[in-house]
């Protein structure tokens, strides 16, 4: 039988967190904490499970080919140190399958520069996969795991360059996935991260240019089956956590996924859930959903309180007003309101940041936390065509969204762009420092 090792990278870091983002996330872990109590974030080591990971253990089986897991994370982030405990493992010949992320993606074409000498063959996927250099691995996939990818696995396994057409695997479907991830690599988490992820769909099908799943452009939903035996295999693996994050991009573009999660869930009390989801999409049947399901908090992208600018992103909008509304119906319901904001947006104006922090602080009573992003332009972004002449910083570790941004915004300076998102930084401390309701009287996040 082929074989593959299939490998987490660690994660460089050039330089200690910025202080003021990092002083926010302590108050945000302190008031996560008041509603969920078990919740934590790991002092070190990954705070998720590389979910990636369990995907494709699902689709190698899937194609006959054997895998190991190599969980590099904890060990120090160079090509040789990586390298020699995958040369170790994988055979000449096998596969090894990586998926870098911005700042370890340097790290991860160095280590296949030395595997690719000594006879393996180099598979790289992920966000970043595109700016691969010619030659540089063996086969590079972009966006989401299917049954292709799968054919391109078998057809690598066996010496034949990935190419060939050839009929489904038995198991797999093209219109729908009817494999369930496989969690087997991935036992040595258990007690280690706060919370499971779980997708009932994958994609999305609004098309906003800023986002990096907007390359979908579809839904692809999770049978109920295989959802339900991958839920089967998470609660046996990690009985101890009972946190879901619904990695759903858009909760509720499919009523059929929606209804497959309540289904799978409701003869299994007591787990809650985290869900994200479009403004648009929050109607009364979401909400009704999402309290029946268990959801203690809803996110939502909130890129500017300037709906011109919007519309400028492709970012489909009903304006301010109804943006006011949804937020505070889900208050209204219980549920707690998440904002992700973005900063460093291409057509971010200093009018534009007024707008958003102001209507921020105007609305403080209805938000509950905010997370912080500011822009990276991932290859798979449908902005990145038009800024990749406007990038001036190639250094991939310092494309963090907790970091200056790397190209020439069309309004601001990029100083000017990074004041402006640490002053949205400042007003998001400002809110979570009021005291909450379930907070005990007279004390208040610091």
């Not at 990818?149 to 396994?157: N, P, Q, S």
């Not at 799943?213 to 295999?233: I, M, P, Y």
């Not at 319901?333 to 904001?341: D, E, H, Q, S, T």
Request: a negative charge; hydrophobic letters at 40%; glycine letters at 6%.
């Amino acid at each position: 039988m082929p074989s593959s090792c299939v490998v987490q990278l660690p994660f460089p870091s050039s330089h200690d967190p910025d202080p003021s983002l990092s002083s926010y996330y302590e108050g945000y872990d302190r008031r996560f904490r008041t509603l969920l109590p078990d919740y934590f974030i790991p002092s070190d080591g990954l705070w998720e499970m590389p979910l990636w990971v369990a995907h494709l253990t699902a689709l190698l089986d899937e194609a006959g080919v054997d895998s190991v897991f190599c969980d590099l994370s904890s060990t120090p982030a160079e090509p040789d140190a990586c390298a020699v405990p995958l040369l170790e493992t994988a055979a000449p010949g096998d596969l090894v399958l990586m998926s870098p992320l911005a700042q370890n993606f340097r790290l991860a074409l160095d280590v296949a520069d030395r595997l690719q000498r000594a006879g393996r063959r180099v598979v790289l996927g992920g966000n970043m996969a595109p700016l691969a250099p010619e030659g540089a691995v063996h086969a590079i996939h972009r966006g989401q795991l299917d049954v292709t990818f799968v054919r391109r696995l078998v057809d690598l396994a066996q010496g034949r360059g990935g190419s060939s057409e050839k009929p489904l695997l038995p198991g797999l479907a093209s219109d729908r996935i009817t494999w369930a991830p496989d969690y087997r690599h991935l036992g040595s988490y258990r007690g280690r991260v706060p919370l499971l992820r779980l997708n009932a769909s994958h994609g999305c099908l609004y098309r906003c240019s800023f986002c990096g799943d907007a390359w979908s452009r579809q839904l692809t939903l999770v049978d109920k089956t295989a959802l339900r035996r991958e839920v089967d295999d998470l609660t046996a693996r990690f009985p101890d956590t009972r946190l879901f994050y619904i990695g759903d991009k858009t909760f509720g573009q499919s009523r059929e996924a929606v209804a497959n999660l309540l289904d799978v869930f409701r003869d299994r009390p007591g787990h809650r859930f985290i869900v994200q989801t479009h403004v648009l999409q929050v109607r009364d049947w979401i909400v009704d959903a999402m309290l029946e399901l268990g959801v203690v908090a809803v996110e939502l992208g909130f890129e500017s309180a300037d709906s011109q600018m919007l519309k400028r992103l492709d970012k489909l909008s009903r304006g301010l007003d109804d943006y006011t509304a949804k937020i505070r119906e889900l208050s209204d319901a219980g549920l707690k309101v998440v904002l992700n904001v973005m900063g460093g947006l291409d057509e971010e104006t200093e009018a534009s940041h007024g707008q958003t922090v102001g209507w921020m602080r105007e609305n403080s009573s209805a938000l509950w936390l905010f997370n912080l992003y500011n822009f990276v332009p991932y290859p798979l972004t449908p902005d990145f065509p038009r800024l990749r002449e406007r990038i001036v910083n190639w250094n991939f570790a310092e494309w963090r969204e907790d970091l200056p941004v790397v190209y020439r915004p069309r309004h601001l300076s990029r100083e000017a762009s990074w004041k402006l998102f640490q002053e949205k930084i400042a007003t998001a401390h400002d809110i979570i420092r009021t005291p909450t309701a379930s907070s005990p009287s007279g004390t208040q996040d610091r």
